[in-house]
């Protein structure tokens, strides 16, 4: 089945401080897409970083950089030098090759995130 | 600026009342798709387009119609919209469905069905 697994429902962090956001994922699928998203909560969906599975280099995008371990099935998003501005809720999502006929993302539950001042 | 737009952003409006939502997008994307997200269901695909008259029923349309005349707009349309109707909808866009393709969301329309 494919799946996407958060187990961080909330966390906080403090201002100027890095943190990690665990995602990992379930599927046969040799090639896939993971991507992260940010819902603040005005409840827009924005797209942070995206990453291959056959992608050799972990993604970076400015503060945002994604922890890839294929082996362990793990995608997990860094920010790095957190701003009040974080405070959101965060999606793992993931886009298998078999889901190409229908484009579907399957999304993980979301991770709330504080950011402390 | 690249972009997924909608409107309304808010709606609140009653039982039976017929309803339009669109949306558009500046990418030339071929493929779009609308979900909706509901407390403790997450996000659900409602339907897809992959391209200009193709579309195809997501995991929940019952109640919902769309369409794809021209390939920047894919309108939702709530026919009779019921209260369980109530949720906050999205339109995403992508050039292709590809594993690398990155959907793009836009901001988000929330319904309130009375």
């Known amino acids: 089945a494919q799946k996407i697994t958060q187990t961080q429902p909330g966390m906080f962090v403090q201002e100027k401080e890095a943190v990690t956001l665990d995602c990992t994922y379930d599927t046969s699928d040799p090639s896939y897409g993971l991507f992260w998203y940010k819902q603040p909560s005005s409840g827009e969906m924005i797209f942070l970083i995206y990453q291959g599975s056959y992608d050799q280099q972990n993604a970076t995008e400015g503060r945002y950089s994604l922890n890839f371990q294929k082996a362990r099935k793990s995608a997990n998003l860094v920010i790095s030098a957190s701003q009040l501005g974080d405070s959101a809720m965060y999606f793992c999502?993931?886009?298998?090759?078999?889901?190409?006929?229908?484009?579907?993302?399957?999304f993980g539950q979301g991770t709330t995130l504080q950011v402390k001042p | 600026e690249a972009q997924v737009t909608q409107n309304p952003r808010y709606l609140i409006t009653v039982t039976g009342k017929k309803l339009t939502v669109t949306c558009s997008q500046n990418m030339n994307h071929e493929y779009m798709s609308w979900y909706r997200q509901d407390p403790g269901l997450g996000l659900r695909q409602i339907y897809y387009?992959?391209?200009?008259?193709?579309?195809d029923k997501g995991d929940v349309p019952e109640g919902y119609k769309v369409s794809r005349k021209e390939k920047r707009n894919f309108p939702l349309i709530l026919e009779s919209p019921s209260p369980n109707q109530t949720s906050l909808y999205f339109c995403a866009s992508s050039l292709d469905t590809g594993a690398t393709d990155t959907q793009y969301f836009g901001p988000g329309t929330r319904l309130t069905v009375l």
């Open positions: 999502a993931m886009s298998p090759a078999s889901s190409s006929n229908t484009g579907k993302l399957i």
């Open positions: 387009s992959m391209n200009v008259e193709v579309t």
